[in-house]
């Protein structure tokens, strides 16, 4: 037998165990087939270390900056709900085209070299095969894992989207929304009320800057509470730019951020709107009880949300550069 050398030998182990695990999917569970024909095994056999590989560069990265794992969240997020989970949000702008990223409602997203640095690997393993939708999405879910969140698989085969133009931004919740505006916004991509509560428990990680929570400081505000009203003028004190934390602990996924709702330290509007409003006080309340249940809540909605207007076959493409249409 040829000597292998320990990298492909350590290959060789990964791809038969990868080939136990495919075995023990089909027993259990049959080939778990997402709506829209995403699976959850599909780069098995064409890519098979491409979770691996983002979980490694998603895990390196936030060793050296926790705090870039709210934005793969959010990232996430913005991607969806602009013209479906298509990696729009990560073309950069050419002198014909103001893409998405550069929208005044970039709201301040980071961590694009996160989603660079994976492909970049991954095009070195399996040129032409995994999306850049897909590595968004799956370092997501990694970034959630990272910080403590519940752990889940999710379905791949989302294929990259040709269009990213600034106006579609407008399609964005605004953190001046209230409960009503935002149970109908996220209600048209088919979500419930209980799954957008749920959704915005991403707030539990990372800031917001004092641009998108200041309007609340002018006047009286009910639902605000005094001493964190206090603190929200301190911190804009020193500008717009100034970041306050959603809850106490931003680098951690928990369930503080329902608590903070509850005391009426809610940091965005649309965030205490949520207690507010008895249609969703319900939710509020059962989230701050209950992790668990948060946990379960959350990773539900999130693979729907991961499934939103995807694009396949000729729909879309596998961009060789994340930043640039092919
Ligand atoms: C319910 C409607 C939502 C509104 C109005 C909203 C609005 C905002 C705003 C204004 C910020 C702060 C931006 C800044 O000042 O720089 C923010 C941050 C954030 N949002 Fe949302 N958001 C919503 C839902 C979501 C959802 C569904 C997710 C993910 C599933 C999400 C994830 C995040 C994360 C993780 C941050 C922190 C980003 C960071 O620290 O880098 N948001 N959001
Ligand atoms: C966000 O948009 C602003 C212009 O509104 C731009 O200056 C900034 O570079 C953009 N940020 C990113 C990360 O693309
Ligand atoms: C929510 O906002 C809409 C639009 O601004 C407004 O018509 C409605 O009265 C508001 N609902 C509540 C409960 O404040």
């Known amino acids: 037998m040829l000597l292998k050398s320990p990298l492909s030998l350590g290959k060789m182990v990964l ?35 491409a979770e691996q590989i983002v979980q490694n560069t998603v895990n390196r990265a936030l060793q050296s900056d926790p705090t870039l794992a709210a934005a793969l969240v959010r990232m996430h997020f913005h991607d969806c709900f602009i013209e479906g989970c298509d990696g729009s949000i990560l073309i950069d702008s050419t002198k014909d085209n103001t893409a998405e990223k550069d929208s005044p409602g970039n709201l301040s997203l980071k961590g694009y070299e996160i989603i660079d640095d994976a492909k970049e690997q991954i095009e070195n393993d399996c040129p032409g095969v995994v999306s850049c939708a897909d590595i968004v999405a799956m370092a997501a879910r990694d970034a959630i894992f990272w910080t403590g969140g519940p752990v889940y698989d999710i379905p791949k085969g989302r294929k990259d989207g040709r269009r990213s133009k600034i106006e579609d931004t407008i399609n964005l919740p605004f953190p001046t929304f209230n409960a009503t505006e935002l149970i109908r916004a996220f209600g048209q991509r088919g979500f419930t009320a209980q799954e957008m509560v749920a959704l915005s428990g991403a707030h539990t990680l990372g800031v917001a800057r004092c641009a998108s929570f200041k309007s609340r400081l002018s006047g009286v505000d009910s639902t605000l509470d005094s001493d964190f009203a206090k603190t929200l003028s301190k911190t804009c004190s020193a500008g717009d730019s100034a970041e306050q934390p959603f809850d106490a602990t931003r680098n951690t996924f928990d369930n503080f951020y329902f608590n903070t709702l509850v005391r009426k330290s809610g940091l965005l509007f649309s965030d205490q709107t949520l207690y507010t409003n008895p249609k969703t006080r319900a939710a509020v309340n059962g989230y701050a009880f209950n992790q668990a249940m948060f946990f379960f809540d959350f990773q539900q909605a999130m693979v729907k949300m991961g499934m939103l207007n995807v694009k396949e076959g000729d729909n879309g493409e596998v961009r060789e550069n994340c930043r640039i249409i092919n």
């Open 15 to 49: 791809a038969n165990l990868v080939c136990v695990f495919l075995l023990i999917e089909v027993i259990v569970s049959g080939f778990r087939i997402g709506v829209d024909g995403l699976r959850m095994d599909y780069y098995l056999m064409t890519c098979p270390f």
